[in-house]
């Protein structure tokens, strides 16, 4: 099992580009998740799902689209980039219910110019 | 008000101490509970799941206290690999929160 695998790694992009950030995960897990970390704030929920065709928002939604077409997979598109979308994004799946861990991909580091 | 707080630390200990984090939540109906260790520039990872009755793993004690919706986390004879930030984390309904993070540094 590869787990959860996120594309790419780095990426830098200048202000009012668009770009996708991947997310596959291979657990069949029906959770998946979006979260931004910035200094001195935490993870942030941007997005998430409870399965495929579902979608909803977190706490940070602005500027970010997202779609769940496949178990497996839940990209995140930025469709405008701005310098404060300069984070780096976690994805995170799990299976459904409570006190369910949550497995994280290994983050995408963005820096938007 | 946020929904989870912790106090950032840091936290710089020498080995063989024990030393304590605490976390508080705002939620009332927040229903599962959670810290999480995170490496430097790494993605986070469940160190452990918090009960009411409490639960240890190891040098690791969690502990939830509903009543006061406070967590801790205590860690016994710290090891230098210990040295790492610690996130606690809350799930409320559909939402996963975290804290801030509380760094720690283990010193030889």
């Known amino acids: 099992n590869a787990g959860v695998t996120q594309t790419p790694k780095f990426q830098v992009l200048k202000t009012g580009q668009s770009m996708t950030l991947q997310c596959a995960q291979d657990m069949n897990h029906e959770y998946m998740s979006w979260y931004r970390q910035d200094p001195g704030m935490g993870l942030r929920l941007i997005h998430y799902?409870?399965?495929?065709?579902?979608?909803d928002q977190g706490e940070v939604p602005n500027g970010y689209n997202v779609s769940r077409s496949t178990t497996e997979d839940f990209p995140l598109r930025l469709l405008s980039a701005a310098p404060s979308q300069t984070s780096v994004y976690f994805c995170?799946?799990?299976?459904?219910?409570?006190?369910?861990?949550?497995?994280f991909g290994p983050g995408t580091r963005l820096t938007v110019l | 008000r946020k929904e989870v707080e912790q106090d950032p630390g840091p936290f710089n200990v020498p080995e063989g101490a024990t030393v304590a984090f605490n976390c508080t939540y705002s939620?009332?109906?927040?229903?599962?509970f959670f810290w999480y260790r995170q490496d430097c520039r790494k993605e986070p990872k469940l160190l452990m799941s918090?009960?009411?009755s409490g639960n240890e793993d190891g040098r690791f004690t969690a502990q939830l206290n509903r009543a006061s919706q406070y967590i801790s986390l205590l860690i016994r004879d710290s090891k230098l690999s210990d040295s790492a930030t610690y996130l606690c984390?809350?799930?409320?309904?559909?939402?996963?929160?975290f804290g801030t993070g509380t760094s720690l540094t283990v010193i030889p």
């Open positions: 984390v809350v799930h409320t309904g559909n939402q996963f929160y």
């Open positions: 799902s409870v399965g495929a065709g579902i979608t």
């Open positions: 995170a799946s799990s299976t459904s219910g409570r006190g369910i861990e949550q497995f």
């Open positions: 939620n009332s109906a927040s229903q599962s």
């Open positions: 918090v009960y009411s």
